[in-house]
């Protein structure tokens, strides 16, 4: 991965105590500086906090390849059963194009993942992506999105030299914004290589600092490539501009992505009360998925503590 060592950048300090009231605390054993230690993880917070992005290895995930390998080959499942398309590793997309816009840029979104296998909920709590994303955004923070990307061969059409246009995530809310408090935070687990050659992500490296969204082309001048391999993990911030490179291989790129958001910001997609309990019972950590998927939002809740209900008057016979 090539993280702009020479430029120097400032740092900040996120994932300041967060008094949130609408839900309750996870209670979970040890603090957030306690489980970045023991996962080994200091050394990404820093990189959290001053470039903005992190990419964590597959070893201290300690996942092994067949989870990275069930995983690109479910999401490459369910892609071919909703579009019909055949989608192969090496040759990307079989016999066929896409209409546009898809064709004319050569990538998609699969949404709604976490419906469709509980490998979707089991990346949502690991422990790695769970202190990092507590890091940036608090200890009370929603999944905004669960969605698969599938990329193959940008075609010679499309004019830039990014497929994905620069971006920062937050862009919905007015800068400046506090780069030590994110609005909204993103998870990418990379399901095949990254190589700028093979249209890897891209970022320009501590433009969290600069409160806002990008300019003109400056994103695309300051843009890096994310480069590193299958079964890695990419967390990063959402002042953070980024995008990603064309593809110049016949290869599919997979990836699964998860942006999060803090509980004050309207996640894009609505998972509350429509999760299968079983899928939240199943998973690693069904107080923390609960939490994600707003499930334990005091506020909508008419019975929890009393707060909300219509109160009794003294005497009343009910
Ligand atoms: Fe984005």
């Known amino acids: 991965m090539n993280r702009n060592r020479n430029k120097k950048h400032t740092p900040v300090r996120m994932g300041s105590a967060d008094p949130e009231v609408r839900t309750p605390s996870l ?12 996962l080994g993880l200091a050394d990404h917070v820093s990189e959290l906090d001053e470039v903005g992005l992190t990419v964590v290895p597959q070893a201290k995930l300690g996942l092994p ?30 016999d066929a194009e896409f209409e546009d816009p898809t064709g004319a840029i050569g990538q998609f979104f699969v949404t709604h993942m976490i419906f469709e296998d509980p490998m979707f909920a089991e990346i949502l709590v690991h422990p790695v992506k769970m202190a990092l994303m507590e890091h940036m955004l608090g200890p009370h923070h ?20 990014v497929t994905t246009a620069m971006h920062a995530d937050q ?3 007015p800068s400046p914004w506090n780069p030590a408090a994110p609005h909204v935070a993103n998870m990418n687990w990379l399901l095949t290589d990254y190589t700028k050659e093979d249209g890897a992500f891209a970022y320009a490296p501590g433009s969290h600092l600069e409160a806002r969204m990008p300019k003109g082309d400056e994103a ?6 994310v480069e590193a391999p299958a079964g890695s993990l ?3 911030q959402g002042g953070v501009w980024h995008g990603a490179f064309r593809k110049e291989t016949p290869s599919l790129r997979v990836s699964m992505h998860g942006l999060h958001c803090r509980s004050y910001y309207i996640p894009q997609q609505d998972f509350r009360g429509h999760v299968p309990n079983a899928i939240i019972e199943a998973s690693g950590n069904p107080a923390y998925l609960r939490k994600l998927l707003r499930e334990d939002d005091l506020w909508m809740d008419s019975t929890v503590n009393n707060r909300f209900k219509v109160p009794s008057l003294k005497g009343a016979v009910s």
């Not at 059963?81 to 040759?91: I, V, Y």
């Not at 999944?143 to 830039?160: E, G, H």
């Not at 695309?220 to 490539?225: G, T």
């Open 234 to 236: 990419v967390m990063f």
């Open 142 to 161: 929603r999944l905004s999105v669960s969605n698969a990307w599938i990329k193959w061969q940008t075609p010679a059409t499309w004019d830039s030299p």
């Open 171 to 173: 862009g919905q809310v």
């Open 27 to 38: 209670g979970e054993p040890g603090a957030l500086a306690e489980r970045i230690d023991a």
């Open 65 to 94: 390849d067949g989870f990275f390998h069930s995983l690109r080959d479910k999401i490459l499942e369910i892609a071919e059963r909703r579009t019909g398309a055949r989608l192969d590793l090496e040759r990307g997309v079989v």
């Open 220 to 225: 695309v001048q300051r843009a890096v490539p």
